[in-house]
Structures are given as structure tokens and as C-alpha cells.
């Protein structure tokens, strides 16, 4: 007779259903969009966001600045989030056993890399957007989510989550995969130093 509290010991959540979840963090009448994974016991074990970073410090910024270095993020059992406040679950968009999600997650995180390293430049937002307008050139946060969520093969997924919330507008930059190769980037025009200051 095997003893269940031993394998549930060395072998923790087996059998047990795994999530990908569509997360939101409201930003007054919009929001950043991210993706949490989820484990057997219902704790998030990782995230994966798309954040502005300081072209001089490389430090992350909560208010992104235009121009920023636009990165994804993937973050790990244990290390916690990268963005504070108020979280807002918008829908599963998979579930499955721990070896299915985990290899779905996987190719979240190879695609957030791939997005750090094209070096794109932030945008956050777009007044056009406001009346409208697919925003222009906005590259963003929301950018990172929708082409993780394409390179996992979940974007129909996280669409119709949307679409069922009525949340499709919220995000802006949605839509925008980053990484298909006729995608036309926003580039940040350059900073001159002064020069002439007294």
C-alpha cells in the first residue's frame, strides 16, 4: 500500500492542474497587462511582464518615460513581482498538467527574451488612442503581453477574454506582435546633449 502523504511529499502537485492566467493592473481608465503562472496549489510561481527601463541606470521605471528601453520580464518561484498594487485576474487562458503549462511557459519567457534583446524603445501611449485610433506608434507593456501571449499560442486565448470583458480598448498597445518580422518598430527620436548652456 503506498502511503499518499509520502508521494505527495516527493512529488508535490502531481496531477494537479497547472494555469496560465491573463492578469491586469489598472492604470486609472487603462491598464498593463501581464501573465502569471500558476501552480497545483493555486500560488503564482511566475510572471511575465513587459516594463519600461532607464536607458542611464537600466533600472526599471513604474512611469515609463518615451524613449525608454522597452524589456520583457520573467520572473521566477520565490522572486516575487516586479509591480506593486492592485492585480485583477481577467481570465485562464490555459490549463493543463505541470509538464504541458511549464512547456508553454517556457516559450513566454524565450519570447520576453528575445524582446530585451531587439532593444526596442518605449512608447507608452498615444493621445490619437483616446479617440479611437489604434495609437500610432504606442509600444509598450501591453505590447510584451500580446507577443508573449502569440509565441506561447495563447493570443486567440487572451482575445477572446478580452473581447468577453468588453476589455479589448483597456490596453493600449495590444495587437502588436514584436517580434514578427514586418513589424514597424517606434523608434524614439535622439536626445542631443546642450550644448550651449551657460
Given at each position: 500500500m503506498t502511503d499518499r502523504r509520502a508521494a505527495e511529499i516527493l512529488y508535490p502537485n502531481q496531477g494537479k492542474v497547472w494555469r496560465?492566467?491573463?492578469?491586469?493592473?489598472?492604470?486609472?481608465?487603462?491598464?498593463?497587462?501581464?501573465?502569471?503562472?500558476?501552480?497545483?496549489?493555486?500560488?503564482?510561481v511566475g510572471e511575465l511582464h513587459g516594463l519600461s527601463h532607464s536607458k542611464h541606470t537600466g533600472k526599471p521605471m513604474m512611469a515609463g518615460m518615451d524613449g525608454a528601453d522597452l524589456r520583457g520580464v520573467a520572473t521566477g518561484p520565490g522572486e516575487g513581482s516586479p509591480i506593486v498594487g492592485n492585480k485583477v485576474l481577467l481570465g485562464e487562458?490555459?490549463?493543463?498538467?505541470?509538464?504541458?503549462?511549464?512547456?508553454?511557459?517556457?516559450?513566454?519567457?524565450?519570447?520576453?527574451?528575445?524582446i530585451t534583446e531587439s532593444k526596442f524603445d518605449y512608447k507608452a501611449h498615444d493621445p490619437s488612442y483616446e479617440l479611437g485610433t489604434d495609437g500610432g506608434q504606442i509600444q509598450n507593456?501591453?505590447?510584451?503581453?500580446?507577443?508573449?501571449?502569440?509565441?506561447?499560442?495563447?493570443?486567440?486565448d487572451a482575445d477572446r477574454v478580452l473581447q468577453g470583458q468588453n476589455e479589448g480598448r483597456r490596453f493600449s498597445g495590444w495587437n502588436r506582435d514584436l517580434l514578427?518580422?514586418?513589424?514597424?518598430?517606434?523608434?524614439?527620436?535622439?536626445?542631443?546633449?546642450?550644448?550651449?548652456?551657460?
Amino acid at each position: 500500500m503506498t502511503d499518499r502523504r509520502a508521494a505527495e511529499i516527493l512529488y508535490p502537485n502531481q496531477g494537479k492542474v497547472w494555469r496560465i492566467e491573463l492578469k491586469s493592473h489598472p492604470i486609472l481608465h487603462r491598464g498593463h497587462a501581464f501573465l502569471a503562472l500558476v501552480d497545483g496549489n493555486d500560488r503564482i510561481v511566475g510572471e511575465l511582464h513587459g516594463l519600461s527601463h532607464s536607458k542611464h541606470t537600466g533600472k526599471p521605471m513604474m512611469a515609463g518615460m518615451d524613449g525608454a528601453d522597452l524589456r520583457g520580464v520573467a520572473t521566477g518561484p520565490g522572486e516575487g513581482s516586479p509591480i506593486v498594487g492592485n492585480k485583477v485576474l481577467l481570465g485562464e487562458l490555459r490549463a493543463g498538467s505541470k509538464e504541458e503549462i511549464e512547456r508553454i511557459w517556457a516559450k513566454g519567457i524565450a519570447a520576453a527574451s528575445a524582446i530585451t534583446e531587439s532593444k526596442f524603445d518605449y512608447k507608452a501611449h498615444d493621445p490619437s488612442y483616446e479617440l479611437g485610433t489604434d495609437g500610432g506608434q504606442i509600444q509598450n507593456s501591453n505590447s510584451v503581453a500580446y507577443t508573449v501571449t502569440k509565441a506561447m499560442g495563447l493570443a486567440a486565448d487572451a482575445d477572446r477574454v478580452l473581447q468577453g470583458q468588453n476589455e479589448g480598448r483597456r490596453f493600449s498597445g495590444w495587437n502588436r506582435d514584436l517580434l514578427d518580422p514586418k513589424y514597424k518598430r517606434y523608434v524614439a527620436p535622439p536626445v542631443f546633449p546642450v550644448q550651449d548652456a551657460p
